[in-house]
């Protein structure tokens, strides 16, 4: 379905009709219940915390570790079920988002899990699941992560996957693949899974359960188990070689062998990072147990040991009972959002509660591990935060840039040196076409979404416009402005990454509205006028994008070619970029903003939180999305509160970075 406007051109260029006399009543009331909401969210040491919820393949690979090394907690994988079947939608299948398309690598999961479980194949989900992975052209159609599930579990055989010699941990950074050319995530995931290629261990799969029944061709006689991902060229030649390599491989010399195995074991085992977890996300994590129990290790060894105890701390119980796995847990990412929006209150209770969130934050620095990004900046100093609890190896830019602008609006002093090695790090992260990734430097080897292995697109971490803008805001509230070179190269990356509608692609937030207000608040920031051809095209295209009801929303299905516009449904937290993204153009008076105000006075927040299904973030566009429940909080509570302040000062001006 395509998206719904409202009149544009009734609403550009100035103020709307007169305001009701009572909105910013409304407003001011709305705003005292959501943050006192938000404010019983908060955990006694000062930081927040909420669920991150992805789709079924989590929970499902859980089910499949267990089964992995026959280490089974009935209990436990019975209530990732109850979780499993309720999600599945009415098409049969199991999408990447909440009310998407049927995904047959999802799909294949959640069935082969289910029926680990011991959910009978006759069963009317069993039978519509597998109607439809069949009507997808079958679990030979799968990408490759699920089917080196499948091979470990013997449903596929090796030759079903593409050959990832692990001598590619020995390569050294001139050779064309290399981890360093990788990103974070993918480092972290295929370092162990290498070691599983290399040594084919064998799932126990006590209960010998199989889904022969969801292949179209029995997997022995699959001819084409890998395609070209991107139609290139280069693609049809890595084809190839994957050809050469699956018949030179056996006779790699075993002396080799042995020491690639044992450096990927170091790499990772470096990393472990305690119950936090290797690249504290959970396939990497999985990945490290099953290659950990492959070579041996004993039951008691103290890295399996907290291998195991870091994915436990993955599991997220719902109220009714049932429980799922998340992908990772996101405390700092909250913490610092819920700080902003704690901090735009103007409250006292906002105040202190975001002091409380700051100093928390604080003694999360990260300023004694040089991580992988010192692989493209060996003499830069760290200075960042991570995304989670615990992850040194490896800060994430868009996290530190936010918490440096919340430190920074505090204006207490004691957060000054923090702040400073965090400006010197974002500085030294710029990449050099003039954005920022988010967790690397020139992590934009493109020529390796090319390789088979690459079929879901997401090797790499090139800069993206989102994040480059959070960067932006955050050197411009310190005070910088174009006279700053960073600052420069980063205006003229985003005025090169303008779309020609005038948004912004959104990499971590979907879509288009959540890079249009990134970028909007930064260019606000740095001080580009409002009357610039890029700021007014894109306050154009929000206002174009709203919804009848005054809302904004955004649905997964954007990320594909073609599906541009698609709405099902307008939510708060997408709402809320709008707002702040318009807000920080300069238009707080144009009726759009009174009617997006509105649309958020409707909802009401319990215990702080606005009601929102849907996902509207991005783990990796057209393959992983990622439900926030946090964002439905503080995204629209923060715009409330702007918008209250920006009227009751009779001022159009955004001051902070965001």
Same mark, same amino acid.
């Given at each position: 379905?395509?998206?719904?406007?409202?009149?544009?051109?009734?609403?550009?260029?100035?103020?709307?009709?007169?305001?009701?006399?009572? =909105?910013?009543?409304?407003?001011?009331?709305?705003?005292?219940?959501? %943050?006192?909401?938000?404010?019983?969210?908060?955990?006694?040491?000062?930081?927040?915390?909420?669920? =991150?919820?992805?789709?079924?393949?989590?929970?499902?690979?859980?089910?499949?570790?267990?089964?992995?090394?026959?280490?089974?907690?009935?209990?436990?994988?019975?209530?990732?079920?109850?979780?499993?079947?309720?999600?599945?939608?009415?098409?049969?299948?199991?999408?990447?988002?909440?009310?998407?398309?049927?995904?047959?690598?999802?799909?294949?999961?959640?069935?082969?899990?289910?029926?680990?479980?011991?959910?009978?194949?006759?069963?009317?989900?069993?039978?519509?699941?597998?109607?439809?992975?069949?009507?997808?052209?079958?679990?030979?159609?799968?990408?490759?992560?699920?089917?080196?599930?499948?091979?470990?579990?013997?449903?596929?055989?090796?030759?079903?996957?593409?050959?990832?010699?692990?001598?590619?941990?020995?390569?050294?950074?001139?050779?064309?693949?290399?981890?360093? #050319?990788?990103?974070?995530?993918?480092?972290?995931?295929?370092?162990?899974?290498?070691?599983?290629?290399? =040594?084919?261990?064998? @799932? #126990?799969?006590?209960?010998?359960?199989?889904?022969?029944?969801?292949?179209?061709?029995?997997?022995?006689?699959?001819?084409?188990?890998?395609?070209?991902?991107?139609?290139?060229?280069?693609?049809?030649?890595?084809?190839?070689?994957?050809?050469?390599?699956?018949?030179?491989?056996?006779?790699?010399?075993?002396?080799?062998?042995?020491?690639?195995?044992?450096?990927?074991?170091?790499?990772?085992?470096?990393?472990?990072?305690?119950?936090?977890?290797?690249?504290?996300?959970?396939?990497?994590?999985?990945?490290?147990?099953?290659?950990?129990?492959?070579?041996?290790?004993?039951?008691?060894?103290?890295?399996?040991?907290?291998?195991?105890?870091?994915?436990?701390?993955?599991?997220?119980?719902?109220?009714?009972?049932?429980?799922?796995?998340?992908?990772?847990?996101?405390?700092?990412?909250?913490?610092?959002?819920?700080?902003?929006?704690?901090?735009?209150?103007?409250?006292?209770?906002?105040?202190?509660?975001?002091?409380?969130?700051?100093?928390?934050? =604080?003694?999360?620095?990260?300023?004694?591990?040089?991580?992988?990004?010192?692989?493209?900046?060996?003499?830069?100093?760290?200075?960042?935060?991570?995304?989670?609890?615990?992850?040194?190896?490896?800060?994430?830019?868009?996290?530190?840039?936010?918490?440096?602008?919340?430190?920074?609006?505090?204006?207490?002093? #004691?957060?000054?040196?923090?702040?400073?090695?965090?400006? #010197?790090?974002?500085?030294?992260?710029?990449?050099?076409?003039?954005?920022?990734?988010?967790?690397?430097?020139?992590?934009?080897?493109?020529?390796?979404?090319?390789?088979?292995?690459?079929?879901?697109?997401?090797?790499?971490?090139?800069?993206?416009a989102d994040v480059s803008a959070r960067c932006l805001s955050f050197l411009a509230q310190l005070g910088h402005g174009m006279e700053h070179e960073a600052v420069k190269r980063g205006v003229e990356y985003l005025r090169a990454e303008q779309e020609e509608d005038g948004s912004w692609f959104g990499r971590w937030g979907t879509n288009y509205v959540y890079g249009t207000w990134s970028v909007l608040c930064a260019l606000n920031a740095v001080g580009i006028e409002k009357d610039d051809p890029m700021m007014r095209r894109a306050?154009?295209?929000?206002?174009?994008?709203?919804?009848?009801?005054?809302?904004?929303?955004?649905?997964?299905?954007?990320?594909?070619?073609?599906?541009?516009?698609?709405?099902?449904? %307008?939510?708060?937290?997408?709402?809320?970029?709008?707002?702040?993204?318009?807000?920080? @153009?300069?238009?707080?008076?144009?009726?759009?903003?009174?009617?997006?105000?509105?649309?958020?006075?409707?909802?009401?927040?319990?215990?702080?939180?606005?009601?929102?299904?849907?996902?509207?973030?991005?783990?990796?566009?057209?393959?992983f999305y990622l439900r926030y429940h946090g964002y439905s909080a503080f995204f629209p509570l923060w715009a409330l509160s702007r918008y209250r302040n920006l009227k009751r000062g009779n001022s159009q001006h955004v001051q902070w970075g965001m």
């Amino acid at each position: 379905m395509s998206f719904e406007t409202v009149d544009a051109a009734q609403m550009h260029g100035g103020s709307g009709p007169a305001m009701p006399a009572d =909105l910013l009543t409304q407003v001011e009331a709305k705003i005292g219940t959501a %943050s006192e909401g938000l404010k019983s969210r908060q955990k006694e040491d000062g930081h927040w915390l909420f669920e =991150l919820e992805a789709d079924a393949t989590i929970p499902a690979e859980y089910i499949f570790l267990m089964h992995y090394l026959d280490e089974i907690d009935e209990e436990l994988e019975r209530d990732f079920a109850v979780y499993l079947r309720r999600i599945q939608e009415d098409h049969g299948g199991w999408p990447l988002f909440h009310k998407g398309d049927a995904d047959i690598s999802a799909t294949v999961k959640a069935y082969y899990a289910l029926k680990l479980v011991g959910d009978d194949v006759d069963a009317p989900h069993m039978k519509k699941a597998r109607e439809v992975i069949l009507s997808l052209g079958g679990a030979e159609r799968a990408n490759v992560f699920t089917r080196y599930a499948l091979a470990l579990f013997e449903q596929v055989p090796w030759r079903g996957v593409p050959v990832m010699p692990v001598e590619l941990m020995l390569m050294p950074n001139w050779f064309p693949v290399h981890m360093g #050319k990788l990103s974070y995530w993918s480092r972290t995931v295929v370092a162990p899974l290498l070691v599983l290629a290399a =040594l084919k261990p064998k @799932a #126990k799969n006590p209960r010998n359960v199989h889904i022969r029944e969801l292949f179209k061709t029995d997997p022995n006689d699959v001819k084409d188990w890998h395609q070209n991902p991107t139609g290139k060229l280069a693609g049809d030649f890595f084809l190839g070689l994957d050809k050469v390599l699956r018949v030179v491989e056996p006779f790699f010399p075993k002396t080799s062998r042995k020491k690639a195995i044992d450096k990927a074991f170091s790499f990772f085992t470096e990393r472990l990072n305690g119950e936090d977890g290797l690249g504290a996300i959970f396939p990497a994590m999985a990945n490290a147990v099953m290659a950990m129990e492959a070579v041996g290790y004993p039951k008691d060894h103290p890295d399996l040991v907290i291998a195991k105890a870091s994915l436990k701390k993955l599991i997220a119980e719902r109220p009714d009972g049932e429980k799922y796995v998340q992908p990772c847990l996101s405390p700092v990412w909250d913490t610092s959002l819920s700080a902003h929006a704690m901090l735009e209150t103007a409250s006292d209770l906002g105040e202190g509660a975001a002091a409380e969130a700051c100093d928390w934050l =604080l003694e999360r620095e990260i300023t004694d591990v040089k991580g992988d990004w010192a692989w493209m900046a060996p003499d830069l100093a760290p200075g960042g935060w991570a995304f989670q609890y615990n992850n040194d190896h490896y800060p994430d830019v868009d996290d530190t840039a936010v918490v440096g602008m919340a430190l920074h609006r505090t204006g207490d002093p #004691k957060y000054q040196a923090a702040i400073d090695r965090a400006e #010197k790090w974002i500085v030294g992260m710029q990449s050099s076409n003039g954005g920022w990734g988010a967790f690397d430097i020139d992590n934009d080897a493109d020529i390796l979404n090319n390789i088979p292995f690459a079929d879901h697109g997401a090797l790499l971490d090139p800069p993206t416009a989102d994040v480059s803008a959070r960067c932006l805001s955050f050197l411009a509230q310190l005070g910088h402005g174009m006279e700053h070179e960073a600052v420069k190269r980063g205006v003229e990356y985003l005025r090169a990454e303008q779309e020609e509608d005038g948004s912004w692609f959104g990499r971590w937030g979907t879509n288009y509205v959540y890079g249009t207000w990134s970028v909007l608040c930064a260019l606000n920031a740095v001080g580009i006028e409002k009357d610039d051809p890029m700021m007014r095209r894109a306050v154009d295209y929000l206002l174009k994008f709203q919804q009848a009801d005054g809302g904004w929303g955004e649905d997964g299905g954007t990320y594909w070619e073609g599906r541009v516009g698609e709405v099902k449904e %307008s939510t708060p937290s997408q709402t809320a970029w709008a707002l702040l993204g318009l807000m920080a @153009a300069g238009e707080v008076d144009n009726e759009a903003v009174e009617k997006g105000v509105s649309y958020l006075l409707k909802g009401e927040p319990k215990d702080g939180k606005w009601d929102e299904e849907w996902f509207t973030a991005v783990g990796f566009p057209r393959v992983f999305y990622l439900r926030y429940h946090g964002y439905s909080a503080f995204f629209p509570l923060w715009a409330l509160s702007r918008y209250r302040n920006l009227k009751r000062g009779n001022s159009q001006h955004v001051q902070w970075g965001m």
